[in-house]
């Protein structure tokens, strides 16, 4: 080593600049069915399904809470209108559901029916983490397995149950002080456990009420300290591309065709309009952001979200893959983060494309981690290895997570507490990720070193592709809308609709001189309705039918505010009938002309048969449950069958077990002649 020259300075190495941190964008899409059975009936037992209510004591509120326990974390929280109205009618209208009903009524005076009920449904929660984790829960579960019959006090304890493990852990234990200044929580009942009487529900229940009275303050609050921004979908969430032209909907499923044509702008208009009204009468502004409803975008819709005013909107990047005319590499992160704007010149809207493994994993995934703390990290390990450190620029682009609130939490053992806690807390101080709101991101914000991206900058993409979030199962690879649209129950319940649609507009009618009819149709128009049709998801519970109901009523409904007698065919089910077979309840006949839906809890095949063996098929289990209750299990349908068949013989190769586990028969007797050719 040359030795140096005496007074000769040594050059001091350059600083290496700091790399600028990557912006990650959180939405949270809280949203429920309208469940109330019909606009002009009294408020009890207006609802008939408790999830509005459940979901808000258990997601609602809490997942706003959590946020403000960290100063630096800023997320979206997307509220549907509809459920925001769903809300305040529970809160300010009175209105309850049956489950409600049945919870405030005594042991001694429930029919048997309704007891049958009780013990049937009252344990839609996941068992694992929201049942067996409470004793007397638990002892009560094993007990309906077993058979054995439930006594009054049974009753009372389960229906006390059901109410109180839907609370979030933080008020198991303590009271949360609510926006309004009330104290809520359940700890003393947590801790008897056993032994309620009708005075003990009634109390939880009036504090799942008081919980509910504070959604919508908590959230305001949050924006006006700009911890969150608050965005919307269409007022009842429907699939606007198919609203605006359904011959422009994207259907790739074997067998798939078009319905005839269903072509109401104005309608994806007014349900857009509606929705920035409602907003701007809770939050005092108008909304900045839109998540369409299930991601659903086409080039067909822009001029519609950007006429209302909207910033921003989001989709999957399954679409940003197909759109523009040759398609884009979404696999490179710096053209997937990239801020994207659709639309006519002078008329656009910025468009962020959701990372989809990255925000499935949080709803689908994370949740099997036996360390939800080590989970955390693994996850932001991910989006700092795979994105952060590979842009070249990390402050240009922004990271977009977009996932349900509300339907993943069961699955997690105590909520996902840890998990959400330990991403928050390292995202509150990270040294290379940095949340951001989406309009955050657009506008700038020079305290939280957040640069602004300027419409006029972003990288405009046309044609936008007509698509959702999410690629049918079984159909080709591409995202798609056939989950709502293409198959013959699907395509029945827009014919149906559309001539209901063209009835209004023949008679005249305005929204004006007939706002319960325009209501009722756009009811009729949301997506959950199509969601139960056709093949791709079926309840375990077999209630797909209540939703084929309430989209029927709706339709009804039309007819009967101008003035008209609905149509008879309306009173035909559009769902098959079906029997649900699962692992606890094995159905052992069914009659001629109905579905067998064979619900099982791990995935694998089912092997049948229709003629003693002599000939049979194989199906994989598809993925199958209720999202409103996370009643998660595998699936296949089977059928329906003709009178000629004598029975159904199956046996299971489920993952992880043997080859052939057991084999069951179910027999197919002649049907009633009383009984209807279709039906749930």
Request: proline fraction near 7%; include cysteine; aromatic fraction near 10%.
């Amino acid at each position: 080593m040359t030795p140096e020259k005496p007074g000769t300075k040594r050059a001091r190495p350059r600083a290496k600049k700091p790399r600028e941190k990557l912006p990650v964008a959180i939405l949270w899409h809280q949203h429920q069915p309208f469940y109330r059975t019909s606009l002009e009936e009294e408020p009890r037992g207006a609802y008939l399904l408790p999830w509005v209510r459940l979901h808000a004591v258990r997601d609602y509120y809490s997942m706003a809470a959590l946020v403000a326990e960290f100063p630096n974390v800023h997320v979206t929280v997307n509220l549907v209108p509809s459920l925001m109205a769903q809300i305040e009618d529970y809160v300010e209208g009175g209105a309850t559901d049956l489950w409600m009903e049945l919870s405030l009524t005594p042991a001694s005076d429930l029919t048997e029916i309704e007891k049958e009920f009780i013990v049937g449904r009252f344990f839609d929660a996941d068992w694992e983490n929201e049942i067996r984790v409470h004793p007397r829960y638990a002892e009560l579960l094993e007990k309906r397995r077993a058979g054995v019959a439930f006594t009054d006090r049974d009753l009372t304890d389960l229906k006390m149950w059901f109410n109180l493990a839907w609370f979030p852990p933080e008020m198991r234990h303590d009271s949360l002080v609510m926006p309004d200044g009330a104290k809520v929580g359940v700890g003393e009942f947590i801790g008897k456990g056993e032994g309620f009487d009708d005075d003990e529900i009634a109390a939880v229940i009036e504090r799942q009420i008081k919980l509910m009275e504070n959604v919508i303050p908590i959230h305001r609050k949050l924006q006006d300290e700009g911890r969150i921004e608050v965005s919307v979908t269409p007022f009842y969430h429907p699939i606007l591309p198919i609203l605006a032209d359904s011959d422009l909907a994207t259907i790739d499923a074997t067998g798939a065709t078009h319905p005839p044509r269903f072509c109401w702008p104005e309608d994806a208009r007014a349900q857009i309009e509606r929705a920035v009204s409602f907003y701007e009468e809770r939050f005092g502004s108008r909304p900045r952001g839109m998540w369409p409803s299930e991601g659903s975008v086409g080039e067909h819709m822009v001029d519609l979200v950007a006429d209302a005013g909207f910033l921003w909107m989001a989709t999957d990047r399954g679409v940003l893959e197909k759109s523009g005319e040759h398609g884009y590499e979404t696999e490179d992160p710096e053209i997937l983060l990239r801020p994207y704007l659709a639309g006519k010149r002078g008329n656009q809207v910025s468009v962020f494309f959701r990372h989809t493994r990255l925000s499935d994993d949080i709803g689908f995934s994370m949740q099997s981690y036996a360390d939800y703390d080590r989970a955390a990290e693994e996850y932001l390990g991910w989006i700092r290895e795979g994105f952060a450190r590979r842009v070249e620029n990390p402050a240009e682009r922004v990271l977009s997570i977009i996932l349900d609130g509300e339907n993943a939490w069961g699955s997690y053992r105590n909520d996902a507490r840890a998990f959400l806690r330990g991403l928050y807390r390292r995202l509150d101080d990270d040294a290379e990720l940095v949340t951001t709101t989406f309009s955050e991101f657009v506008e700038g914000n020079p305290e939280r070193g957040i640069a602004p991206h300027p419409q006029k900058e972003q990288h405009e993409v046309s044609p936008l592709f007509c698509a959702s979030w999410i690629d049918e199962m079984g159909s080709p690879h591409g995202n798609d809308l056939n989950i709502w649209i293409g198959s013959p129950e699907e395509n029945r319940g827009w014919e149906l609709l559309g001539i209901a649609r063209q009835r209004l507009a023949d008679s005249g009618a305005t929204p004006e001189s007939h706002p319960d009819a325009f209501e009722s149709l756009y009811i009729a128009e949301g997506s959950d309705w199509f969601w139960w049709f056709g093949d791709d998801f079926t309840l375990p519970t077999g209630g797909d039918w209540m939703f084929d109901w309430l989209f029927r009523e709706r339709v009804k409904d039309i007819y009967r505010h101008l003035g008209e007698v609905p149509p008879e065919v309306l009173d035909r089910p559009i769902i098959r009938e079906q029997v649900v077979w699962t692992d606890d309840e094995q159905v052992r006949e069914i009659e001629a002309g109905v579905i067998l839906h064979i619900t099982t809890d791990r995935p694998g095949t089912v092997r049948f048969s229709t003629d003693r063996w002599k000939t049979f098929e194989e199906r994989a289990l598809q993925p199958a449950g209720d999202v409103m209750a996370l009643l998660r299990g595998h699936a296949v349908r089977i059928g329906p069958f003709d009178e000629s068949t004598w029975g159904v013989e199956f046996t299971f190769h489920r993952e992880g077990e043997p080859e052939q586990v057991g084999t069951y028969t179910v027999l197919v007797r002649k049907r009633d002649p009383e009984t209807p050719g279709e039906g749930g």
